[in-house]
Each structure stands twice: as structure tokens, then as C-alpha cells.
């Protein structure tokens, strides 16, 4: 990587001039990498919002280190970002995660809610243990109130009863031992 590219665009609403957008990348790169950096600012006028293209050197001219970011230097930057642009007026647009709040807590409600592939997994792995036959497979399967349909192209499982709307594919279970044709050659 020798370089890296970023783009700081405004709002035609914003009424700034290029000479303001191109001085907001000034200040946004200086603050996010204090004065060791090379980066190149060219302020874009081409379309109805205004807009800085960035390119950064990745490679410090003073140390000679690589630069490095991560995902939270790149959220810094965002708000530095946001910060000098609001000191000349500027409208913030929300960024999609921002209204989501994603958050680590929200991903494990997502996943307590849609838990459907683990329980149907710890289902097939209980009827592969159990059953003698495909037929007998299906049988316990609707006991176990999960449906099972291997009437079209794909195996599909449906835990009944459960808040799941959607079929979910034996193939996309992530493991191969629980596809039809290795189900059947197990139980077999």
C-alpha cells in the first residue's frame, strides 16, 4: 500500500466555497495526523456537492513507519471530520450505523433472535444419532417439530412453532455433514 485515498463530501444546502471545503480537509487531516504525514488535498467542483479527494502517503516521511489504520482511527477521523465541518455551518449527515447503533450488545440480540441455524444443527445432529432411515429421519424430525422438505432442489428445515419465517437451506448450516445426500450416507 503506498497510499491511501479519502473522500470528504458536502452539501450543495451547505453554500460553501471551494476555498472553505478545500481549508475543512486542511484542518480535518492535520488534527487526525498531527504534522509527520504527507497527504495531498484536491478540492472537486465538478458536481453540485463539493468535495475533497485526500490521498495520504502510507509511509511517514519523518520515521519512515508505515501508516496504519483500524477501524476506530477511521471513526476519528469521521468525527474530526464532522467536528470542523459543523464549525462553518456544515449539515452532518447520520451515517447508517450511527441509526442503527450497532453495538456489540445489539449484534447478540440479533443473534439470540435468529439462533435458528444452532438449534436446527443440534436437531440434525440428535436424528442423524437416532434415526435408521431417511423416512425414519423425517419422521422424528416432525416430532422434534422441525420440517423438513427434500421435495425440491434444495433441503430446506423450518423449526415450527418458533418465531422463524424463513427456510433455511442445508447448505447454508456451514457444514457438510449436514447436507441431504451426507445425512442419509450417515444414517444409512
Request: aromatic content about 10%; charged content about 30%.
Amino acid at each position: 500500500i503506498y497510499g491511501y485515498h479519502f473522500v470528504q463530501s458536502f452539501s450543495p444546502d451547505d453554500h460553501l466555497t471551494p476555498e472553505q471545503v478545500h481549508e475543512i480537509g486542511l484542518k480535518t487531516m492535520k488534527e487526525y495526523l498531527g504534522s509527520s504525514a504527507e497527504f495531498i488535498i484536491a478540492t472537486h467542483t465538478d458536481k453540485p456537492h463539493l468535495h475533497n479527494h485526500i490521498v495520504l502517503n502510507a509511509t511517514d516521511p519523518l520515521t519512515l513507519n508505515k501508516f496504519h489504520q483500524n477501524k476506530n482511527d477511521l471513526e476519528r477521523l469521521k468525527e474530526i471530520s464532522d467536528n470542523i465541518s459543523k464549525e462553518y455551518g456544515c449539515k452532518i449527515i447520520v451515517r447508517p450505523e450511527q441509526k442503527l447503533g450497532n453495538s456489540h450488545k445489539n449484534y447478540l440480540v440479533y443473534l439470540a433472535q435468529n439462533s435458528y441455524r444452532k438449534e436446527i444443527k443440534n436437531k440434525l445432529e440428535f436424528l442423524m444419532n437416532h434415526s435408521h432411515t431417511w423416512e425414519d429421519f423425517k419422521t422424528k424430525a416432525r416430532a422434534l417439530n422441525l420440517k423438513v422438505d427434500d421435495t425440491k432442489k434444495y433441503t430446506t428445515y423450518l423449526l415450527e412453532g418458533s418465531e422463524q419465517t424463513k427456510k433455511i437451506r442445508d447448505r447454508s448450516l456451514k457444514n457438510d455433514k449436514f447436507l441431504k445426500e451426507n445425512l442419509k450416507e450417515r444414517i444409512e
